[in-house]
């Protein structure tokens, strides 16, 4: 079993401080092809904020 993770999600457009939350994603199975890494800090894209904030430009 992988531990247990956390994930940033969003529901709906807004300030990035007010919309985003944490949740905790339960174990996985893993089997024996699977490998299970422990990620320590993960970038943020500035366009994945634009998205979040609903100001991303669409057509």
């Known amino acids: 079993m992988s531990p247990p993770s956390m994930a940033a999600v969003f529901d709906?457009?807004?300030p990035?401080?007010?919309?985003i939350s944490l949740?905790?994603?339960p174990p996985?199975?893993?089997s024996?092809?699977?490998?299970c890494v422990k990620m320590l800090a993960a970038p943020i894209n500035p366009?994945?904020?634009n998205i979040i904030e609903g100001v991303y430009p669409t057509r």
Not at 32 to 35: I, L
Request: net charge negative.
């Open 12 to 14: 709906k457009h807004g």
């Open 16 to 19: 990035i401080d007010t919309v």
């Open 23 to 25: 949740i905790e994603i």
């Open 28 to 30: 996985m199975e893993i």
């Open 32 to 35: 024996e092809k699977d490998v």
């Open 47 to 49: 366009a994945d904020i």
